[in-house]
Antibody
């Protein structure tokens, strides 16, 4: 069974870069599925950030204005997210997930999420 | 921008049927997906492609879609089903991938 676990700093200063890692077990990140990052600000709905497929960004939410970069490290079986120039509006629980589906892509397996607070 | 609308809360007694709705203009043409999320835990996919149930999900969970409303039905809701449920779908172009605001299901 696929398992995902997010890790990274819980506190990031405004204007800096938020960097998170998703460690995947039970499946190879290089074997034919998409991988994505999502976030949920306090009291707000989930937001799809970006998706990657075999090393190429497949989808990027325009609301982040090109601040998000998603990448994979096949040697470590990890998926990473970097969000630059963060503000308080980037405070959220961040999730990684495997994404499947040919007609409509959708996440099937998720990590439990990591809370990131953007604050000075 | 595209939005999916869910009622904030639904409450049922154990053994009753819970019906959670998700409204969106593109749902007549786009699939709906449903997730269960308990506090501090990973979301779990309970319904995909409007009405399909992943392996391991109890049969009491079912999904349907009619017009602009998708519905998650929990027949004979149990206390352990108490959680937040959110729907997901896309706009007609497929470019906007959005989640509903979530419904808190209380079973007591």
């Amino acid at each position: 069974q696929v398992q995902l676990q997010e890790s990274g700093p819980g506190l990031v200063r405004p204007s800096e870069t938020l960097s998170l890692t998703c460690s995947v077990s039970g499946y190879s990140v290089s074997s034919g599925y998409y991988w994505g990052w999502f976030r949920q600000p306090p009291g707000k709905r989930l937001e799809w950030i970006a998706t990657i497929y075999q090393g190429l960004t497949n989808y990027e939410n325009p609301s982040l204005k090109s601040r998000a970069i998603i990448s994979v490290d096949t040697s470590k079986n990890q998926v990473s997210l970097h969000v630059s120039s963060v503000t308080a509006a980037d405070t959220a629980v961040y999730f990684c997930a495997r994404v499947i589906g040919t007609v409509t892509p959708y996440p099937d397996y998720w990590g439990q999420g990591i809370l990131v607070d953007v604050s000075s | 921008s595209y939005e999916l609308t869910q009622p904030p809360s639904v409450s049922v007694s154990p053994g009753q049927t819970a019906r959670l709705t998700c409204s969106g203009d593109a749902l007549p043409k786009k699939y709906a997906f449903w997730y269960q999320q308990k506090s501090g835990q990973a979301p779990i996919l309970v319904i995909y492609d409007d009405s399909k149930r992943p392996s391991g999900i109890p049969e009491r969970f079912s999904g349907s879609s009619s017009g602009t409303v998708a519905t998650l039905t929990i027949s004979g809701a149990q206390v352990e089903d108490e959680a937040d449920y959110f729907c997901y779908s896309t706009d007609n172009s497929g470019n906007e991938r959005v989640f509903g605001g979530g419904t808190k299901l209380t079973v007591l």
